[in-house]
């Protein structure tokens, strides 16, 4: 995916260069144009030609090289620079050298003298193409980063855990109008599992809701964009994505102190009921144009009242997120076109397109989704199927769209009310149980509809992927897929399910064997796991299933 992007940046950056190269040269003819005519129209009188201002035609072909219009001489293009600010061994480095077509220098840096050499001598392995490109350092990448300002046009950071100790530096080292890729793999801290962490890393507090993936991605952003406005920079996210087990995100950086005063139009708070899963967004800030000018000013609030007008429970408040679109679809669009035209050159070929071609589908502009199964459950009904959903929204006058998190998420600028409407219509139909009275979905279904919801199939409740049978959601690509152990921990029976049984089977009788010729007893708290089976997750595993769906198809 990474390199994906990356060949579309180079692309998209020279057809930028391109455009104001031309541009510029324009509005310079003009420019001349407009003053040839105003000094012709003066000297109309005098423009007759006399024999003394006879120049040679020798030494008129050496003035007009001499005085070629500045103009016209435009700035070349210089291949772009990456930084690889984590780079281990250097694979990744040396696939952006080696597959990547049009990149100048790759810097590969890690503070690890071990894995510097390794990748110092995988640059050697691969030859003349990645040591004419690719050059490793041993130094600290926030060190680095802070020496080298705006030299970089592309910057990668892909740490174990949190990227939020390196966003600082790294805003400072791309270039104007650059590229930084950034990867976050600590899922638990930004999915709200350890809210109190995440405020101390990101500058947010998450709710816990099924769009807990989504919203991981943009307090991602919401602190890349924190990090940015210090130093009088804004961000422009190209793509975010969420896959298997982390989120990443792409944005383009750029420098100006004027669009960062928008920067409170595109962060909001939300009030995520704790009754219905119901949300709502608070922006931050507003906007107020007087003529030809703009001003900016405090949001007004709140958005709502101090009890949940659906089930009349009370908010829990979390955020500041990135609400603002988090894709860019042009870019998407020619990405997924990109890769299409390369198939033979992307083994992962097939995951990569079915995430863009969800992605492309995304309505842009509607932050966080809900769960299609989580508000069925909320009211105790049947779910419908979500072509019957999608069509009863499409009927009542909003849009729709899935979301690449999961295939059960649901975008929609329909209000909530609209929402609960349609699943009291749908329990008339399908009716259920006597519930408590004192439960969310209770309350929700003894109010009467207030719209009139009509399920029948809608043309736009399939979208063209669906359609033409494209696949949107593989499944992973072996058992037990997800993040292993964490280097240097030690292996014990409560790791079968990322490890799997056979796995742990070995890795114990390994160790007992081992120990046992030294005559040291094995580690009591590490048993080995018989009867274990393939279906029996732990427990611990099932604890944190609902908050991470990293195993979802």
Known sequence: MSIA???????????????????????HQENKHSETSIQNGEDASTSQPDEMDVVPEKDQSQAQATKTPSWKVTRELKPPLVLEALAASGLRSLRYAREVDGLGKVVALDNDKASVDSCKRNIKFNGASATSKMEAHLVDARVYMLTHPKEFDVVDIDPYGSPSVFLDSAVQAVADGGLL????????????????????????????????????LRILLASIESHANRYKRYIVPVLSVFMDFYVRVFVRVSTSPSEIKNTPLKLSYIYQCVGCDSFHLQCLGRSISKNSTVKHAPAIGPVVPQECSDCGKKFNVGGPIWSAPIH????????????????????????????????????????????LHNIAGTVKCTSPSLVMFRSAVLNAGYRISSTHVTPLGVKSDAPWDVIWDIMRCWVKIHPIKEQPHDSPGTTILSKSPTIEVDFSRAGAALSK???????????????????????????????????????INSILNGAVSHEGGNGAAPDKAAPEPE???????????????????????
């Open 181 to 216: 890729m950034c990867t976050a793999t600590d899922m638990a801290v930004l999915c709200g599992t350890n809210g109190e962490v995440c405020y101390s890393k990101y500058g947010s507090y998450p709710t816990k809701g099924k769009y807990c993936h989504e919203m991981a």
């Open 465 to 503: 992927a669906q359609t033409k049978k494209v696949k949107r959601f593989l499944p992973n690509p072996e058992r037990h897929w997800g993040p292993k152990v964490r280097a240097g921990r030690k292996i014990t029976s409560k790791h079968v399910s990322l490890l799997g049984p056979e796995a």
């Open 328 to 371: 860019d679809q042009d870019w998407v669009v020619s990405t997924l076109a990109g890769v299409k035209s390369m198939k033979d050159r992307y083994p992962a070929y097939n995951k990569i397109t079915s995430v863009l071609t969800t992605v492309s589908e995304e309505l842009h502009d509607i932050p966080l989704f809900f769960n």
């Open 5 to 27: 992007v990356l060949r579309a940046f180079v692309a998209k950056r020279k057809e930028e260069h391109e455009a104001l190269a031309n541009k510029r040269n324009k509005s």
């Open 531 to 553: 009867g274990i089976k393939d279906d029996e997750p732990s427990t611990k595993r099932q604890k944190t299933g609902d908050d991470e769906q990293a195993n979802e198809p």
